[in-house]
Nanobody
Framework: QVQLVESGGGLVQPGGSLRLSCVVS????????IGWYRQAPGKEREGVSC????????YYTDSVKGRFTISKDNAKNTVYLQMSSLKFEDSAVYYC???????????????????WGKGTLVTVSS
């Protein structure tokens, strides 16, 4: 049974940093691509970043390039999203999602992947 559990969200001031974690079980990060999505109140879900299982290729949506970094630790079954220089508009529920053999490319994230976590709330506020 595939499970994804996000953590690390919270309240942070503009310009601050947070590191989100996505702990996975029932799958191998060698073969599954992982995506981070976010959804703010009243807005559509947005693909933020992803990482490929096989070669670690990554993608970032334009609004987070240079501020967010995705990484993974296969031994710990964990994918991270390091978020820096946070802005008000980064406030959202952040979800990680997984799909076998999903290749993360410059074309970005699809509307959805096969498996989802329940999300972690990030609030950027002064």
């Amino acid at each position: 049974q595939v499970q994804l559990v996000e953590s690390g969200g919270g309240l942070v001031q503009p310009g601050g940093s947070l590191r989100l974690s996505c702990v996975v079980s029932g799958l191998s990060l060698d073969y599954y691509g992982i995506g981070w999505y976010r959804q703010a109140p009243g807005k559509e879900r947005e693909g933020v970043s992803c990482i490929t299982g096989s070669d670690g290729s990554t993608y970032y949506t334009d609004s987070v390039k240079g501020r967010f970094t995705i990484s993974k630790d296969n031994a710990k079954n964990t994918v991270y999203l390091q978020m820096s220089s946070l802005k008000f508009e980064d406030s959202a529920v952040y979800y990680c999602a997984a799909q076998p053999f999903f290749y993360c490319s410059s074309y970005g994230l699809p509307g959805g992947l096969d498996y989802w976590g329940k999300g972690t709330l990030v609030t950027v506020s002064s």
